[in-house]
């Protein structure tokens, strides 16, 4: 009787926390406000803002549900259902005391997978209704996307359709057979041929499924075996937050570049002789600099960042003079010290490593070609329509990830391991806006979160006729080539002795 007791307090003590949970929720927010993410587009990835919060957008399918459904009211059946099922348990002890039972159980479990079974296949078909589209794409603008997208939705359909027969056997045998005291099991151990049979079809089906997968990969990764004909290679280059794109000169080739010497005037680190020999003598300066502040760090350092508190202490500054109290506690602990020499040993090493390349003349010959003089660095990514573009990527910083969502390419970027990824761009930046609307514009985005701006890292990709990114090319900067000078132009000239400024530049370089 105890335990009777004892359940029912408990049943009595859940249904006051429920319904004070219920009556504290209806009164203090409106849940149906803020339950979703209202996106500008139909299609989450198209248009110039995508994921762009846009609370001004009122007719989305998922604002509409929202709407509909009372959070409070779905909250309290889920905690009604919990109540039941502890009243439920204290029937299960009536019938063990009294020997009869109330309620079936196994009639109760039956009727739950049914429903289960109907309302799970509801849902299911509900959401391949809703968002099937946003899942089952045929608008990829790459020769490999369609190929993506179609295994995509072949193995959609094929999972799809096991889950339906093997979910609907599941919970309909366990409706269909439930207990019954008038029928005995059959005792059923083992059957070859099923076994065979259900290990067999699976098997084909996924090695037929990898290997179409591995055929697409390859086309991707080792381009080079793999296709015939020309293909356009672009440095992509990533930062802490922002991307570049490098385009090789009139040689047609990328120069060598090296994380060793980027500079404030070299960002990609290009091999470029006389910007490294800047470089040097740069870091050879900071270097002094540092040194002379050690030297001076208990006298005339420590002097000016007192007289620096001092006058913020005037002015009654107290932000200054918590970050200044910083610096002299720093100074005194010893942390700037330790930090000074930190930052020479580093710009050392920075100096022998940029040495042993000079000093090496393969290397040096190997490193300093002609090829990066006259390398494009652009803020933009204009690519032919119907060429093969390889973009060769590099991070400066730490790992970014290269997202292609329109031409269904993604690739890590990874500091020190250089990677890849080539596709065929087929359908031009005018025709996906006739697609897709006005606005539309293609985009790489970082997709691996990498900091406080990663969700602005992103550089625009235009894809035009080989013509108009020639023309492009054009207009953009060749920081490193030397520009001719502006020379005493002959009185005389004949056309056949005119200089065009492409024999200028290469003058210039010898
Ligand atoms: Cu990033």
Known sequence: MNTIFKKTLKFALALVVIFTAATLLTDSVDISDVSTVHLKAE??????????????????????????????????????????????DISKYTAKITGRETV????????????????????????????????????????????????????????????????????????????????????????????????????VVLTILVLRGHQTWKSVVYAEEYHKGKINTIEVFAYQFGWKARYAGQDGMLGVADYKFISGTN???????????????????????DQKTIKNLNTTVLDGLMADYAAADGVKDYKSMESIQKEIDAVKNGDRLDEL????ERKQKQIERI?????????????????????????????AKDSLVTFNFRSKDIIHS??????????????????????????????????????FEYYLYCNKICGVSHFNM???????????????????????????????????????????????KRVALR
């Open 43 to 88: 299609k989450p990835w198209v248009g110039a803002d995508e994921y762009a919060y846009d609370p001004g957008q009122a007719d989305t399918p998922e604002k509409a549900l929202a709407s509909k459904i009372n959070w409070t009211i779905l909250i309290f059946v889920i905690l009604m259902i919990l109540v039941l099922a502890n009243a439920l």
């Open 104 to 203: 079936n159980q196994n009639n109760v479990n039956k009727w739950v997978f049914l429903l289960f079974l109907i309302l799970g296949f509801a849902g299911v078909i509900w959401e391949y209704i809703n968002h099937g589209k946003l899942i089952l794409l045929n608008d990829s603008s790459s020769e490999h996307g369609v190929a993506y997208d179609s295994m995509f939705s072949i193995t959609l359909i094929l999972t799809s359709i096991v889950f339906f027969i093997t979910q609907f056997l599941l919970f309909i045998f366990s409706f269909l057979y439930s207990y019954d005291k008038n029928r005995k099991a059959l005792y059923y151990a083992h059957n070859n041929r099923l076994e065979i049979i259900w290990t067999f079809i699976p098997a």
């Open 267 to 289: 960002e990609l680190g290009l091999a470029v002789k006389s910007e490294v020999d800047a470089l040097l003598i740069e870091l050879k300066e900071q270097i002094a600099d």
């Open 341 to 344: 020499e930190e930052s020479i």
């Open 355 to 383: 040495l042993a390349i000079q000093n090496d003349k393969k290397l040096f010959v190997s490193t300093f070609t002609p090829a990066s003089m006259d390398d494009i660095i652009a803020q933009e990514i204009h690519i």
């Open 402 to 439: 290269a997202w292609l969502p329109h031409f269904r390419a993604q690739m890590n970027v990874v500091p020190g391991m250089p990677t890849k990824f080539t596709f065929r761009p087929t359908k031009t930046t005018a025709e996906a806006k006739k697609e897709f609307g006005p606005e």
């Open 458 to 504: 992103k550089i625009k990709v235009v894809v035009e006729s080989q013509a108009e990114v020639d023309a492009w090319l054009k207009t953009q900067q060749t920081p490193f080539t030397k520009k001719p000078e502006a020379a005493p132009i002959p009185a005389i000239m004949s056309d056949s002795t005119q200089m065009t400024n492409d024999t200028l």
